[in-house]
């Protein structure tokens, strides 16, 4: 029983998430507090079949918090998360303000859960594409070392929160009246279009989010020189995030061995019915806590049987963001004397 959990960003997606979680039952919690900003004080939200009145996110409302899952952009992380922890709780931070801190643990609780044990107060949950690509990943790596990925995702609008879910709905409304179209949250269309994940491009040409995927798989998997080539792209998909993902191994590897180690993965479900051509696809990781891999097949342009095709979908407010703060909750709960 977790004795006082603060949610910072209530009312946003990933906020609302951890709140479905909780009225799941799989976690109890004898006091809640939710927090958000001061736009939304006074609003509702049920919770386990209980009404909470969302307050507004000060320094001083963390007295008494056991843990505080911060779900509510990275500023907000970085003004309020240190009174969080000089208060006493410990932070579960969704946002990328301590993630490449090497102070703060970045934990997926099937691949590194170790680490969770050198908290100093935060713990970082890491960027949503990076986990759904170091689910399948990382029991193959375990068995055979992953030498360099190549992944091309295809992200859905609810990564980007609760408003850019509206604007998904909202533009494709319009767009089927023949109304215009006007991006608001996005900088370019999303209903029936696709574009280059809206993130700022570098000196080297990857933008933000390739840039995440790069640093973090090799943070959790602590392979600092792990080659990763990532393409990230933002879909009209409302929910669940898809990655398109090809894999060199250090020794050759077959799919059956591939489709073997996955079955038994924690947190994977395998999909990958070749004669129905049914494969993993976002409408079927909605909602789901497992990452939905399939479409395991060889690359046939290494000619060594060191490469592998995958395709994997993952609900990234759930495994990519809520679910996997929780498990990491739960992971320090067990890992009390
Ligand atoms: N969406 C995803 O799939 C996903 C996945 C992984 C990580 N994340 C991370 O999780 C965080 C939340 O994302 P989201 O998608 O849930 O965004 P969202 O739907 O836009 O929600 C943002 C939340 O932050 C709150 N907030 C905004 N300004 C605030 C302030 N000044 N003080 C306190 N609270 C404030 C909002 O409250 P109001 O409603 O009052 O404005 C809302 O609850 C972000 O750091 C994001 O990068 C998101």
Redesign the pocket.
């Known amino acids: 029983m977790i004795r006082h959990l603060a949610i910072?960003?209530?009312?946003?997606?990933?906020?609302r998430e951890v709140c479905a979680i909780i009225t799941e039952g799989r976690i109890r919690v004898d006091r809640l507090t939710l927090?958000?900003?001061?736009?939304?004080v006074g609003t509702r939200i049920e919770v386990a079949g209980r009404s909470f009145e969302v307050a507004?996110?000060t320094e001083r409302g963390f007295e008494g918090v056991q843990y505080a899952i911060f779900?509510?952009?990275?500023d907000?992380?970085r003004l309020f998360a240190p009174a969080a922890v000089k208060a006493g709780a410990t932070v579960v931070d969704?946002?990328?303000a301590f993630r490449m801190d090497p102070d703060t643990p970045l934990v997926v609780p099937e691949i590194n859960p170790d680490d969770a044990r050198r908290h100093r107060g935060i713990i970082s949950?890491p960027?949503?594409s990076a986990i759904i690509l170091a689910m399948p990943v990382w029991p193959l790596h375990r068995v055979n070392r992953v030498r360099r990925i190549v992944v091309s995702t295809y992200q859905a609008a609810?990564?980007?929160?609760?408003?850019a879910m509206e604007e998904l709905r909202t533009q494709t409304a319009d767009h089927l009246a023949g109304r215009k179209v006007t991006p608001r949250v996005f900088p370019h269309p999303i209903a029936f279009n696709l574009f280059s994940h809206n993130t700022a491009i570098g000196d080297d040409g990857y933008n933000v989010e390739e840039r995440k995927v790069i640093e973090e798989m090799q943070k959790i998997f602590h392979e600092p020189h792990l080659a990763i080539a990532p393409t990230c792209i933002r879909v009209p998909v409302l929910r669940a995030h898809s990655e398109s993902v090809n894999l060199t191994f250090e020794r050759p590897i077959t799919p059956q061995e591939v489709r073997e180690i996955l079955s038994k993965a924690p947190g994977v479900q395998l999909v990958d019915d070749v004669s129905a051509n049914r494969f993993p696809m976002p409408i079927d990781a909605s909602g789901r806590d497992q990452c939905l891999v399939g479409r395991i097949r060889q690359d046939i342009s290494q000619p060594d049987g060191r490469g592998i095709q995958l395709f994997v979908c993952g609900d990234?407010?759930r495994k990519?963001?809520a679910l996997n703060a929780v498990q990491i909750i739960e992971l320090l709960e067990s890992m009390k004397p």
Do not use: F, I, P, Y
């Open positions: 910072v960003g209530a009312t946003g997606a990933v906020g927090l958000a900003s001061s736009r939304s507004e996110t779900s509510a952009g990275a907000r992380a969704n946002s990328s949950v960027n949503c609810s990564g980007a929160g609760a408003a990234q407010l990519g963001a």
